[in-house]
């Protein structure tokens, strides 16, 4: 435990010599992380305050701040469904509350077997063919289809 | 000549399948030993027709659609290569009436071009504007812009050229331009859109506006829930670099401009403008109070233009054909073509340039065809999560500003979402408030408590406990939230939930009387 933190520290470090040049670089430092690790480790937050000479208390005010940064690893798939304006009118509702259901897990939780995470979203622009998913960064439009739906539960379970 | 197939690569049209497709003619192309281009364009807008394939021919461009991978074996026995009919053909892209209909400045290349391509966005009448604008003084710039009318597509409509003027007159060692691309509003895609299908319009307006007001950096900020249209950015971005359309001297002019993309972080608030300049300081997505304009101190503490993408993307047009050829279009302040996002439960959902001044009714019922699910229309809304519930009986606005305003409405970044009659409008307003609630940014307490309570209260509402005083306590913590509020977060968060309670009242009623009524 105590070595992979040290390793997570010595990536971290790596990761901000690269983009400490950016004007405001702890957005793009912050994604890089995520993308590395999955999450945002807790042992990454003192080493960019200490590199962005920032308090500790702000690096953690900015990740908490933001919806993406997730403190935990996510599951092996993400699974995001719009729940805006848009796609309610098209049924996304109904949609989510049969994911809910075929998967076992609400919304902001991991399967037991950490297959998907189920994730609500506020709008992925695909409103003209609502309602609509993001699987792994993958749109889905028309998801309200049962065998988009059966596509989808297929996928994450694999 | 070999044959060129156009092929969506639009995200609309990506969620339709449209990679599918393209792997498909791949393969069938291979397996009959034919050679042919492929050109992965933006989308023409028209997403009940995704994915829209069309063949280049001798008479002009030939669609088909919607398109599945498994037509596509039929489609190249039908010789749909030369423009052979097919039961997926929509004859000449351009005849087609949601398309002719549409007055295309912004979005004149949108779904023609290869994004990508520079030759193809010069061919097209690209890069025009940018070159006339190293030949103009940035007082001169400014003067066209704001003559021209153009105001904020991002919702709030402040005339562009006054927050340009502000800027060129800031004395400062550096000034910059931000780009707000995050595009948070649900029923709104058409920065997606063009980002995604014409990007170089979009670095063109920004490198237009840098010389116009003496800045030399541009941040685009994009949403993280747009990731196509992030690639695509980034890449027309190495391109123009590379063409010197950015760079120390831009087209060979002693000016200096370039940009980088930013990515949000799931924040809806980060579209206010102040809140998004703080997330791109690295610093928690909070509004600020103003003054002072960001257009004195802005982005680091120095002067900074920021406008929305379609703002930013309108301006090249403007400088190629000049103000007055722009301000003819509209109507009474609404000058110009605004692209209207028709979205939500709707048969032709889509993204249509028009003049301003056509009424809510000809865009719900005429260019969308009513609802997707044949039933009537009971409510649209707006301007996004932030916009009014429009009833039928309002059907006669003009798409306008003010016509909006004196309704008690808005245009916003004029998304429509429409919903049938089995909508419920007590569940509409208050999912409002609870997206206030998750999105707040928590720097004013209208917004960061408001919102809350005001969940609490129609949940009353809704439980039949007090109604009538629960809805005059909704109606007043909304007049809070509205003069209240620092930004339009908590400002306009009021306007779908009275509009709801003002228009749809039979929906407030005690759940009894509503299940009697039934």
């Not at chain 2, 000449?92 to 400045?105: C, G, N, V, W």
């Not at chain 2, 509004?287 to 703002?311: D, E, H, M």
């Amino acid at each position: 435990m105590q070595q992979a933190g040290t390793q997570i520290a010595a990536r971290t470090a790596e990761i901000i010599s690269e983009l400490r040049g950016l004007e405001g670089p702890l957005l793009p430092i912050l994604h890089e992380i995520q993308h590395q690790f999955g999450h945002v480790p807790a042992e990454s937050l003192p080493v960019i305050a200490q590199a962005l000479n920032i308090s500790n208390a702000e690096v953690h005010g900015v990740v908490t701040f933001y919806h993406d940064y997730r403190k935990e690893p996510a599951g092996r798939h993400v699974l995001k469904l719009c729940q805006a304006e848009a796609c309610q009118s098209m049924g996304s509702d109904a949609v989510a509350a049969k994911l809910k259901q075929l998967l076992g897990i609400g919304f902001h939780e991991t399967t037991k077997d950490g297959s998907v995470t189920l994730e609500p979203v506020y709008c992925l622009g695909l409103c003209a063919c609502a309602p609509s998913a993001m699987l792994d960064g993958e749109v889905i439009g028309r998801v309200s289809d049962p065998e988009t739906i059966d596509e989808i539960v297929e996928a994450v379970r694999g | 000549m070999k044959p060129r197939i156009y092929i969506p690569g639009d995200s609309g049209a990506l969620a339709l399948g449209a990679d599918k497709v393209a792997k498909a003619i791949t393969s069938e192309l291979s397996a009959r030993g034919l050679v042919a281009e492929i050109v992965r364009n933006g989308s023409r807008g028209m997403f009940w027709l995704e994915p829209l394939v069309e063949v280049q021919t001798t008479t002009g461009r030939v669609a088909y659609g919607p398109v599945k991978a498994k037509d596509v074996a039929s489609l190249f026995d039908a010789g749909f290569l030369t423009g052979g009919a097919h039961a997926k053909s929509l004859g000449t892209t351009e005849d087609l009436p949601f398309l002719k209909a549409q007055t295309r400045l912004t979005f004149a290349r949108c779904g023609l071009t290869d994004p990508l391509s520079l030759e193809d966005y010069r061919a097209h009448g690209g890069l025009r504007g940018l070159e006339r604008a190293v030949a103009m003084a940035p007082a001169e710039i400014v003067k066209t812009v704001t003559e021209s009318g153009l105001r904020g597509r991002g919702g709030a409509g402040f005339p562009t050229g006054i927050k340009w003027n502000t800027v060129l007159n800031a004395v400062a060692d550096r000034k910059y331009i931000v780009c707000n691309a995050d595009e948070g509003d649900s029923a709104t895609f058409a920065d997606r859109m063009i980002m995604e299908g014409d990007p170089f319009v979009l670095i063109e307006g920004m490198a237009i506006a840098g010389i116009a007001t003496g800045a030399t950096k541009g941040f685009v900020y994009i949403r993280s829930e747009y990731p196509h249209a992030v690639r695509a950015m980034e890449k027309a971005i190495v391109i123009a670099r590379s063409y010197g359309m950015l760079g120390p001297a831009v087209l060979g002019s002693p000016n200096a401009f370039d940009m980088e993309v930013r990515v949000g972080a799931g924040a809806y608030v980060c579209g206010e403008e102040t809140s998004l300049l703080n997330s791109l300081e690295g610093k928690r997505g909070v509004v600020r109070a103003k003054p002072p304009l960001p257009a004195i101190q802005g982005l680091f503490g120095k002067p900074t233009v920021i406008n929305n993408v379609i703002s930013l993307a309108s301006v090249p047009v403007i400088l190629d054909k000049g103000a007055e050829h722009y301000k003819n279009f509209g109507m009474g302040r609404s000058r110009g073509t605004i692209p209207i996002q028709i979205a939500g439960n709707v048969k032709h959902g889509g993204l249509f340039e028009a003049a301003f001044g056509m009424t809510l009714g000809e865009i719900v019922d005429g260019i969308g065809g009513g609802t997707a699910t044949g039933r009537p229309v009971k409510a649209v809304q707006v301007g996004g999560p932030l916009g009014a519930y429009f009833p039928r009986a309002l059907f006669d606005t003009p798409f306008d500003y003010e016509a909006f305003a004196a309704k008690d409405g808005l245009i916003g970044h004029a998304g429509i979402t429409v919903f049938d009659d089995t909508a419920d409008m007590l569940k509409q307003a208050r999912f409002a408030m609870e997206f206030c609630a998750i999105e707040s940014c928590g720097k004013c307490t209208p917004c960061r408590i408001g919102s809350t309570r005001g969940v609490e209260t129609i949940d009353r509402i809704s439980a039949g406990i007090e109604p009538e005083k629960n809805l005059a306590l909704v109606t007043d913590l909304c007049n809070t939230m509205k003069f209240g509020s620092l930004c339009a977060l908590g400002g306009f968060t009021p306007y779908p939930v009275m509009s709801a309670i003002k228009h749809f009242g039979e929906d407030f009623a005690p759940k009894p009387v509503r299940e009697a009524a039934e």
